[in-house]
């Protein structure tokens, strides 16, 4: 179990900018999550990835955020034209299938557009 | 919409003491609620999950409680150490079928060696 692996660590884009992080979940875990976390704050739930299946996204995943898991395994998350609005840290979490499986978080991307 | 505090925002105590750390939620209808610890520039680590009809869930020096129908839950950390200095975080899910966990901002915790 070598944990929920993102990349990049961190991202300098300039507005306007298309940006595309990575989250590898651990690698018998179904579930797959995206949050948004800023400063001070606790992280704010983007989408939900139940194998390749999106079942979930919330109102904050506007049409220029864009998420994948194409095979079931790794999954991407792409922000078309960011906007200063958009730096945050950007957290993928993965849990097994039981209704009750405690979520494992990866150590996030940090985005900051410019 | 379900919306979570925590109090208090921050909290400085010297070494051994014994602490609470308080979240409030305001829809009763939850799944599970979480504790979360977050170290600096980390991502989350997860503490205890207590189940709806649970009342409270014990890890080591970590207890959680949860009362579910008065929208409260605590963490309570015994002989507190200067290793758990870190941001504290509650999360609930809401019992609608629905996964996404609604977080608290956190309580920013520093234990004084």
């Known amino acids: 179990d070598t944990g929920v692996s993102q990349d990049p660590r961190h991202k300098i884009t300039k507005r306007g900018q298309n940006v595309t992080f990575r989250c590898d979940p651990i690698s018998e875990h179904n579930r797959l999550?995206?949050?948004?976390?800023?400063?001070?704050?606790?992280?704010e739930f983007l989408t939900y990835f139940q194998?390749?299946?999106?079942?979930?996204?919330?109102?904050?995943?506007?049409?220029?955020?864009?998420?994948?898991?194409?095979?079931?395994?790794?999954?991407?998350?792409?922000?078309?034209r960011t906007e200063q609005g958009d730096s945050a840290m950007y957290l993928c979490a993965s849990s097994g299938l039981l209704e009750n499986s405690p979520l494992h978080f990866g150590n996030g991307t940090r985005l900051t557009v410019t | 919409k379900q919306e979570v505090t925590q109090i208090p925002a921050a909290l400085s105590v010297p070494e051994g003491e014994n602490l609470v750390l308080n979240c409030s939620f305001t829809d009763s209808a939850i799944y599970n609620l979480q504790w979360f610890r977050q170290d600096p520039g980390k991502g989350l680590t997860s503490l205890l999950l207590i189940q709806s009809s649970q009342r409270e869930q014990t890890s080591g020096?970590?207890?959680?409680?949860?009362?579910?129908?008065?929208?409260?839950?605590?963490?309570?950390?015994?002989?507190?150490?200067?290793?758990?200095?870190?941001?504290?975080?509650?999360?609930?899910?809401?019992?609608?079928?629905?996964?996404?966990?609604?977080?608290?901002?956190?309580?920013?915790?520093?234990?004084?060696?």
């Open chain 1, 33 to 43: 999550y995206w949050y948004r976390q800023t400063l001070g704050q606790g992280p």
């Open chain 1, 51 to 80: 194998n390749e299946a999106q079942l979930e996204k919330s109102r904050l995943l506007s049409d220029r955020f864009s998420a994948e898991r194409p095979k079931g395994s790794f999954s991407t998350l792409e922000i078309q």
């Open chain 2, 61 to 113: 020096r970590l207890n959680a409680s949860l009362d579910k129908s008065s929208g409260r839950s605590t963490l309570y950390i015994a002989a507190s150490q200067p290793g758990d200095s870190a941001t504290y975080l509650c999360a609930v899910r809401l019992d609608t079928g629905r996964r996404a966990l609604t977080f608290g901002s956190g309580t920013r915790l520093q234990v004084q060696p």
